[in-house]
């Protein structure tokens, strides 16, 4: 049965993350390969996969139904949320959060007789990171650290660290503190823009000639004063 696969691939998770007298907490109707390493204080959920060689660290959270894909590597305190879903080959960093729904996808021009070779291929979702519910990610689109991406976003293009990103397609629209909090635009100079969090010290200098931006724009006094 597959409570009895489940289990069978509980007691044979690699220990290789876990400390001494420890060990993942994986539901029995969850479904994990014997060959994924899952790290100690981790927590896999009913109806949920992870497959082979896939790596999760330490005190993550993988919800009800969601599939974690071979090669897919999570680091630590990473929340996967409902039915999300993460293709390979897809490095997320530390401390993200993947809402519900939410879908990363590898390959741009799929088909059902052909699967794409990934050898060599990855990229990153950025320490901090928070993918909002039903955002879908496309292939080889990085997405900088602490950037928040709002629920339903259909992301294109490579994210800068701290982006708020929004639609669909995904555009920049502003910036956000390690908290989430949108910040306010407080000067700028011919090259610079410089925002600053009412709620803290943060604050955060972009550079317009060098910026990584969605929708092949930076946002405008305008659009950064409404958020």
Same mark, same amino acid.
């Given at each position: 049965?597959?409570?009895?696969?489940?289990?069978?691939?509980?007691?044979?998770?690699?220990?290789?993350?876990? *400390?001494?007298?420890?060990?993942?907490?994986?539901?029995?109707?969850?479904?994990?390969? +014997?060959?994924?390493?899952?790290?100690?204080?981790?927590?896999?959920?009913?109806?949920?996969?992870?497959?082979? =060689?896939?790596?999760?660290?330490?005190?993550?959270?993988?919800?009800?139904?969601?599939?974690?894909?071979?090669?897919?590597?999570?680091?630590?305190?990473?929340?996967?949320?409902?039915?999300?879903?993460?293709?390979?080959?897809?490095?997320?960093?530390? =401390?993200?959060?993947?809402?519900?729904?939410?879908?990363?996808?590898?390959?741009?021009?799929?088909?059902?007789?052909?699967?794409?070779?990934?050898?060599?291929?990855?990229?990153?979702?950025? *320490?901090?990171?928070?993918?909002?519910?039903?955002?879908?990610?496309?292939?080889?689109?990085?997405?900088?650290?602490?950037?928040?991406?709002?629920?339903?976003?259909?992301?294109?293009?490579?994210?800068?660290?701290?982006?708020?990103?929004?639609?669909?397609?995904?555009?920049?629209?502003?910036?956000?503190?390690?908290?989430?909090?949108?910040?306010?635009?407080?000067?700028?100079?011919?090259?610079?823009?410089?925002?600053?969090?009412?709620?803290?010290?943060?604050?955060?200098?972009? =550079?317009?000639?060098?910026?990584?931006?969605?929708?092949?724009?930076? +946002?405008?006094? =305008?659009?950064?004063?409404?958020?």
């Amino acid at each position: 049965s597959k409570e009895k696969y489940a289990m069978k691939n509980y007691s044979t998770v690699s220990r290789q993350f876990m *400390k001494k007298g420890s060990r993942p907490f994986i539901h029995p109707q969850a479904v994990v390969s +014997p060959k994924a390493r899952i790290g100690t204080g981790t927590k896999v959920w009913a109806f949920a996969q992870v497959r082979e =060689d896939a790596v999760i660290g330490r005190n993550c959270v993988i919800a009800n139904g969601a599939y974690i894909d071979n090669g897919v590597r999570l680091g630590n305190r990473v929340i996967v949320q409902d039915k999300a879903l993460i293709y390979k080959n897809i490095i997320v960093e530390d =401390d993200v959060f993947i809402g519900p729904g939410a879908c990363f996808t590898n390959d741009p021009f799929p088909r059902a007789i052909s699967i794409r070779n990934l050898s060599g291929i990855r990229w990153v979702v950025g *320490k901090g990171a928070s993918i909002g519910a039903n955002a879908c990610i496309h292939s080889e689109v990085n997405i900088g650290k602490h950037a928040l991406i709002g629920s339903d976003t259909l992301v294109t293009k490579n994210i800068p660290d701290y982006g708020l990103v929004y639609g669909s397609p995904g555009r920049l629209v502003g910036f956000v503190s390690p908290r989430g909090i949108p910040l306010k635009l407080a000067k700028e100079s011919k090259h610079r823009m410089y925002f600053k969090d009412s709620t803290s010290s943060f604050e955060l200098g972009v =550079d317009l000639r060098n910026a990584v931006v969605i929708g092949d724009v930076l +946002p405008t006094r =305008d659009v950064v004063d409404a958020i």
